[in-house]
């Protein structure tokens, strides 16, 4: 093991030496109440509140509850004993324990374990888990002032609010140099957040037993088993009110009032408080989605000004004219959109629906998704800059190797039996064996791509689907004369789709709903070593599977509906019997924008259903009877209790919610230019809703942190790169933009109004009577001999008959040339952004090199004055020679 991960076993193999029968000698532990039995010291709770953070002494602060019920089945005596051993383990670790019997519930069932860590056991694992400590106040001159925070003073929140404590030079704490740190206070010097971390620490390592010959650890598999129904910190005060007790920040009550609130929806978010009452891995995630937002709003504005520029020029739009006039798309008839049921039908018939798809589908289109490909990197390199600047903010530039030593997980430690040694520290280490692993990443690899080929299954359902009742669809509007009136706007393909769809999406929900289940199942089953490793391959496995699940039926839409119909005569067929649809008059760019918003608005708005009202209503229900008590008969504990469980996977859902958006607004925005702005509304009652529902529905979490976003970052960035190639496909093949553009080049011959006779040009001609019986409509009553459909085929009559025309290979030729140009075009740009954006401010530089040298100072000068105590004091062994060699020392350190 590491020599941190080797100091925190030697205190916890002390414990289970203790309670083989040895001395303990570790800090001294205090317990006002025993393990089982309730303190016979009472409360009158009509004299006292207990909507307090302390013992009963008012002194101790409470860092973690435990609580259970005392259920007599047969299982009654194992937990018994299990929480005994526990417990008492707790007790010799040093930590001091405060039962509140059952009786003192609200509910009559539940016991409280209340946890205080006292000073002596924070110094240890503090120094345990490195963690960083002021030493003195940050001397280093703010940055400049920005001109525009006149302008940006309404979005401002107080000063007390954004920055509650003065900024600090800090450095791992050490036992042997408490002198050396800002020690005011030592019940506060260690913050509430710091302490259940530490707290957390030793209970997710505190043995308590050995069951079939193997040692049992950790208060995860105690929870699991049923020995404990919760564990977690409290929240400081009510989130309504501040706390009475003057020894209280009522922090949450703060963070409810200036930032939980939806009326504070224009406001900036209090990071660094955010930061200190959840700790850095919260405060990271609403860091990164408040930047998300900020940027969004830039991509919002110039999609709404594609839009407009769509809806300004509707009326000007000569492909949709020429389909609504009488004298041109109600001369054309087209060929039935479906064997034998189908009838004929006139163009002008699709006059509205060819109207909004130049909403979507016009010059615009093309300048926004290039834009969309360089502001995607600007957002990525902002952000590195941005999470630089956190990180030396907030004490995190050397995190990363302190992650690598710290989180090794207790399941890995329980479960892999066999240890090696470590070549780097020479400590025997537990590991899994090679063939374990083998085997473990075969069956996970196998579950995903079963579960990858369900969902492409589903897909292929929903396709037939749509081609089974595409003609159902087709066949019940021309028929049906109470539709007629509504028949131009929801066309058979616009129906079709929307039903698609809206049935796309349940399924979509339905399967994410088991293979979260199972996807967190064979995680499990791989035994990763660290947390890090474990969330990141659990992170790979969920998003293969939503980027499946979500993106299929839009990648089907954009790039496969429509361009492998045949022609009249000649269709090609799914199975053998379903005719493969097509595209809209039109074009297919208005399905696809159909089927983004729907699924699009339809996750966020489920999103927000079950992160808002689901954790309210069950805290209502949970809550019922509580409400009718006195406020001094309904504990702290008790409140927080009956609170939702956020969990350790809370972030990662609300990463992937994120990522999941990120990749509808990217990797499609070619066709739904107002995508950015549906994401902007939605992100900023995002932030509420997250900051509302951490507050006030969830139990506090345990504090954790982390330098960055982890492995989402280099998600982002595969998509990003992803998305140039989508859009520029989208624009080449499934808008109209290439089609007109040669058309307007090449084959246009009115020079007063070269975009006439576009919709002439676009349509091939079709013989009726080659119909083979199979497509031949079964009524013809206004005999037409020939019908259009949409294709760059010969007529009949030409030698080439219904082979594809010169056209054809002249529009495949210029897709192909637009796709090459415009991805390199992107791809050059993006690159050079990236080059030109360094990843770390150049000031976040000099202050993490200045901090450095000025710690180094601090600790040196430190050191000498400690040498000079020493030599003064008659110490033999501060030899003159070491004190030579710790001054040559500090003046080496201010050379360097």
Known sequence: MNRLGKKANETLIEMALSADGEEYNGPETISTAGSEIPSSSEIDKRHQSKDSIFFRDGVRRIDFVLSYVDDLNKEWEKKLERRKEFESNLQKAGLELETEDKKESEDGKIFFVKIHAPWEVLITYAEVLNIKVPIRENDIPPMVENPLDCVLFPLRLPEKVMHPEPDYFTAPFSKDKQELYLINDESTFFSPSMRNRIVNYILTRCPYGTEEGKKKFGIKRLLNNGTYTAAYPLHDCQYWKKASDPNCDSERYTLYMEWARFLRFYKEQPLVLIRKYYGEKIGIYFAWLGFYTEMLFLAAVVGLICFLYGLFTMDENMSSK?????????????????????????????????????????????????????????????????????????????????????????????????????????????????????????????????????????????????????AAFASLMENTQTLQPISGVLTPQLATSVTASCLNFVIIMILNFFYERIAIWITDMEIPRTHMEYENRLTMKMFLFQFVNYYSSCFYVAFFKGKFVGYPGAYTYMFNRWRNEECDPAGCLIELTTQLTIVMAGKQIWGNIQEAIVPWICNWWGRRKARNNPENLYSRWEQDHDLQT???????????????????????????????????????????????????????????????????????????????????????????????????????????????????????????????????????????????????????????????????????????????????????????????????????????????????????????????????????????????????????????
């Not at 990443?441 to 689907?465: P, Q, R």
């Not at 006439?756 to 013989?767: A, D, H, K, P, T």
């Open 322 to 470: 020429e389909i609504c006039d009488p004298a041109i798309g109600g001369e054309i008839i087209m060929c039935p959109l479906c064997d034998r049921d189908c009838e004929y039908w006139r163009l002008n018939t699709t006059c509205e629906s060819s109207q909004y798809s130049h909403l979507f589908d016009n010059v615009a289109t093309l300048f926004f998704a290039i834009f969309m490909g360089i502001w995607v990197t600007l957002f990525l390199e902002f952000w590195k800059r941005r999470q630089a600047r956190l990180k030396y903010e907030w004490d995190l530039v050397d995190f990363e190797e302190e992650q690598q030593q710290l989180q090794l997980r207790p399941e890995y430690e329980a479960k892999c039996t066999q240890k090696k040694k470590n070549p780097v520290t020479q400590e025997m280490e537990p590991y899994l064996p090679l063939t374990s692993q083998a085997v473990r990443f075969c069956i996970s690899g196998a579950t995903v791509l079963f579960w990858v080929s369900l969902i492409i299954a589903s897909m292929i359902a929903v396709i037939v689907y749509r081609l089974a009742v595409y």
């Open 646 to 896: 956020f969990g350790a996977l809370g972030l990662f859902y609300e990463y992937l919610e994120m990522v999941i958006q990120f990749g509808f607004i990217t990797l499609f925005v070619a066709s739904f230019p107002l995508a950015p702005l549906l994401a902007l509304m939605n992100n900023i009652l995002e932030i509420r809703v997250d900051s509302w529902k951490l507050t006030t529905q969830y139990r506090r979490p345990v504090a954790a942190k982390a330098h960055s976003i982890g492995v989402w970052q280099e998600i982002l960035n595969g998509m990003a790169i992803l998305s140039v190639v989508t859009n520029a496909f989208i624009v080449a093949f499934t808008s109209d933009m290439i089609p007109r553009l040669v058309y307007y080049y090449a084959y246009s011959e009115n020079e007063d109004s070269p975009m006439s006779g576009y919709i002439n040009n676009s349509l091939s001609v079709f013989l009726i009577s080659d119909f083979p019986e199979r497509n031949e409509p079964k009524e013809n009553p206004e005999n037409f001999v020939i019908c259009r459909y949409r294709d760059y085929r010969y007529p009949p009559g030409h030698e080439k008959k219904y082979l594809h025309t010169m056209q054809f290979w002249h529009i495949l030729a210029a897709k192909l040339a637009f796709i090459i140009i415009m991805e390199h075009v992107v791809f050059i740009v993006k690159f050079f952004v990236a080059w030109m954006i360094p990843d770390v401010p150049a000031d976040v530089k000099a202050k993490i090199k200045r901090e450095k040298y000025l710690t180094q100072k601090i600790l040196h000068e430190y050191e000498l004055e400690k040498l000079k105590e020493r030599l003064c004091q008659g110490d033999k062994r501060a030899t003159e020679k070491e004190f030579i060699a710790t001054e040559g020392r500090m003046e080496l350190s201010r050379a360097m």
